[in-house]
C-alpha cells in the first residue's frame, strides 16, 4: 500500500537514526568498547595486560673455543729424544769430519811425515794420527811426491750418515783434491767412510777408508 508523506518522513528519519548509531559503533572507539560492554557483560582483558612484562633475554653467549695452536711451518719433529747423541753433538762431529777431510790431502812435497799429521792433531785420535804418518812416509809414495813436486790442497763434503752409535758416527764424505806438480793441474774427486769417535766430550776421527771398501 502507498505510504503516506507523513509515514515516508518517520520511515526516512528512522533509517537515519539507525545509520547514525551503526556509524558510532564502527568509528568511535568510546562507543564501541560500550556497546561491546554491554554485549559481553564483564571486559576481559587481553592476554597482553595480564601477562607480567619480561625484559627481552640477550642472547646467549657462547664462549669462543680457541683453536688449536698449529705447530710452525716448516718446523722440524724432536728426532733427537730417539737417537743417542744430540743435535749438538751431531754438529760438532760434522765440523771435525770435514775439517779432517780438507786437511787429509792437503799437503807438500816439502812436508816431513810429522808435519803433515800436525795438522790434523786436533782432530784425529792418536792411534790414527801414527797411521797417517807411517802412510804419508811410505818410501814409494813419499818419493813420488818429492820427484815430482806435488802441492795439493783439497775440501769436504759430507754426503751422508751411514752409521751411528752410542759414542760413534760414520759419515761418507766426498773429497775433492786440486794436485799441482812438474805434470801440471789436476783434480781428482773421492769418497771415503770417515768415522769419529767421542771421547770424553770431544770427538776425534778414528778411521777412515774408502766408503766401497768391503763391498761387492
Request: aromatic share 8%; net charge positive.
Amino acid at each position: 500500500m502507498e505510504l503516506t508523506r507523513v509515514q515516508r518522513v518517520l520511515a526516512f528519519l528512522g533509517i537515519v537514526v539507525v545509520l547514525g548509531g551503526t556509524g558510532a559503533y564502527l568509528f568511535i572507539p568510546g562507543v564501541r568498547a560500550t556497546l561491546g560492554q554491554g554485549h559481553q557483560g564483564t571486559s576481559r582483558p587481553s592476554a597482553s595486560a595480564t601477562a607480567p612484562r619480561r625484559s627481552a633475554a640477550p642472547p646467549a653467549t657462547v664462549p669462543a673455543t680457541s683453536p688449536a695452536t698449529p705447530a710452525p711451518a716448516g718446523s722440524a719433529p724432536g728426532i733427537y729424544q730417539w737417537l743417542p747423541f744430540s743435535q749438538a753433538d751431531l754438529a760438532k762431529a760434522a765440523s771435525v769430519t770435514q775439517a779432517f777431510g780438507a786437511a787429509y790431502d792437503t799437503f807438500s812435497y816439502t812436508d816431513t811425515a810429522g808435519g803433515y799429521v800436525a795438522r790434523m792433531q786436533s782432530l784425529v785420535t792418536t792411534e790414527l794420527s801414527a797411521t797417517l804418518a807411517r802412510a804419508y812416509a811410505t818410501p814409494g809414495v813419499a818419493s813420488q811426491r818429492t820427484r815430482q813436486q806435488q802441492v795439493s790442497t783439497a775440501r769436504a763434503v759430507i754426503n751422508s750418515l751411514r752409521t751411528f752409535g752410542s759414542s760413534s758416527l760414520t759419515f761418507v764424505v766426498t773429497i775433492d783434491q786440486t794436485m799441482h806438480s812438474k805434470q801440471g793441474r789436476s783434480q781428482v774427486s773421492g769418497q771415503y767412510a770417515v768415522t769419529v769417535t767421542n771421547t770424553g766430550g770431544d770427538w776425534l776421527v778414528s778411521d777412515i777408508e774408502l766408503s766401497n771398501a768391503g763391498n761387492s
